[in-house]
């Protein structure tokens, strides 16, 4: 695993390293390009290690989800034009599985996850085979569910843990066990 991560914007408090990472995040932060909302922000909190060829990142996380667009999870960056970040968002009063895919523009998916707390450990899977990203959540031990299928280049990029609170400061998220290794096989439907 990568061992020289950098701060894309760092947190105003954060502690920890690879196998527990603790962060609070600045105020209206965010990763955003153009679509719908008509503005770019590149102020989200990233800790980010460089990744090439084919890998499988995983990590396991929570948040004290609250307010409208709280997320954390991985976030996969070419540069600022072109990057993915995926984890959990808090939208529409409940936790969703998020997935931002931006190439210029970014685009939004979403899956609701009604009844799941806020405090609930959820584990993320980012599996990068050529120009094609695989992104799978499990959420409370529950097995690995296919979330999002997207392009993305092959190129060397940096990868890990990110945070965002675009509507206030102060969201807490605390990650585990993040890990870097090579690629898992390319059935998409096995765990």
């Known amino acids: 695993m990568p061992q020289d991560f950098t701060w894309l914007n760092p947190p105003p408090r954060w502690s920890g390293d690879a196998a527990a990472l603790e962060l609070e995040t600045g105020a209206n932060t965010d990763f955003w390009r153009e679509t719908f909302y008509c503005f770019t922000r590149d102020t989200g909190h990233a800790w980010l290690a460089p990744v090439e060829g084919d890998f499988t990142a995983s990590v396991r996380f929570r948040g004290d989800y609250g307010t409208l667009y709280d997320q954390a999870g991985l976030m996969l960056r070419r540069d600022a034009a072109c990057w993915i970040k995926a984890g959990i968002e808090f939208s529409d009063g409940m936790l969703n599985a998020s997935v931002v895919v931006t190439d210029g523009r970014s685009d939004w998916s979403v899956i609701p996850l009604p009844g799941t707390a806020p405090g609930t450990e959820v584990a993320l899977r980012l599996t990068r085979h050529g120009d094609a990203l695989r992104v799978q959540v499990a959420i409370g031990g529950?097995?690995?569910?296919?979330?999002?299928?997207?392009p993305f280049p092959a190129d060397p990029a940096a990868?890990?843990?990110?945070?965002?609170?675009?509507?206030?400061?102060?969201f807490r998220a605390r990650f585990e066990g993040l890990e870097i290794g090579p690629a898992i096989a390319?059935?998409?439907h096995a765990n």
């Open 142 to 150: 529950a097995p690995w569910r296919l979330a999002r299928l997207a």
């Open 159 to 170: 990868l890990g843990p990110m945070a965002c609170s675009p509507e206030r400061g102060g």
């Open 186 to 188: 390319r059935d998409l």
